[in-house]
């Protein structure tokens, strides 16, 4: 199943004016993570997924395209 997962993450990371690297410091992941999922190279799990969005404040269903908001 393909997820707007990658490119939710791009436009959350841009509007918040946050480095990969800032994101994955604060989640505990490596850089090089974070740089494969906004490429879309790796799926995060459902842990990292519940991460991302407890960082930047929005539901995990809007990271995964399932919602607009």
Same mark, same amino acid.
């Given at each position: ?9 791009? &436009?959350?990371?841009? &509007? ?5 690297? $800032? ?19 790796? $799926? ?6 519940a991460a991302v969005a407890r ?15």
């Amino acid at each position: 199943m393909k997820t707007n997962f990658p490119d939710r993450l791009q &436009e959350l990371l841009r &509007e918040n004016k946050t480095s990969q690297r $800032q994101l994955a410091l604060k989640i505990g992941v490596t850089s090089a993570t974070v740089s494969a999922w906004c490429r879309g190279l790796k $799926q995060p799990t459902a842990d990292n997924i519940a991460a991302v969005a407890r960082f930047f404040g929005v539901s995990a269903d809007y990271l995964l395209g399932l919602s607009d908001y």
